[in-house]
């Protein structure tokens, strides 16, 4: 009888050790993906701002409306960005105004105006740089 609890108890332990064992590993697997996959969204969303909708014309006569997500790499510098909205806009304005209608509609170029306007961004922001911009609204007319 006291073998057969004996044998109970080891068997018990082993098995509690054995899903201690698998849930650590899956801890640190998940841990490392969740941090190999970068920012979460709360925190992007914390150190970006986004810009009203901008209307301009295109170099050939169109008309452009664009919104973007701007991802800073901190929250000051986002504070900073949102300060300095009106030197965005003027930014957006001129790029925009300078693209054809087949660059405005072709996604290689919104990758350039994107590009664009992170690096001319990056030049007046003193408490961060720019790490991203996304295009979140784009209607040509």
Do not use: C, H
């Amino acid at each position: 009888m006291k073998a057969k609890l004996k044998l109970i108890i080891i068997m018990v332990i082993a098995a509690i050790t054995l899903l201690g064992l698998i849930w650590f590993g899956l801890y640190q697997f998940t841990t490392r993906e969740a941090k190999a996959n970068g920012q979460s969204a709360d925190d992007i969303l914390a150190s970006s701002i986004e810009t009203e909708p901008i209307t301009t014309n295109l170099e050939m006569g169109d008309y452009i409306k664009l919104r973007f997500r701007i991802q800073t790499n901190s929250e000051e510098a986002s504070e900073e960005l949102s300060e300095r909205d009106f030197q965005v806009r003027n930014i957006i304005l001129r790029l925009a105004a300078s693209m054809t209608d087949a660059e405005a509609k072709s996604p290689q170029g919104i990758e350039k105006l994107e590009e664009e306007l992170m690096n001319e961004i990056n030049e007046f922001l003193q408490s961060g740089t720019v790490v991203q911009v996304y295009t979140t609204d784009k209607i040509i007319q």
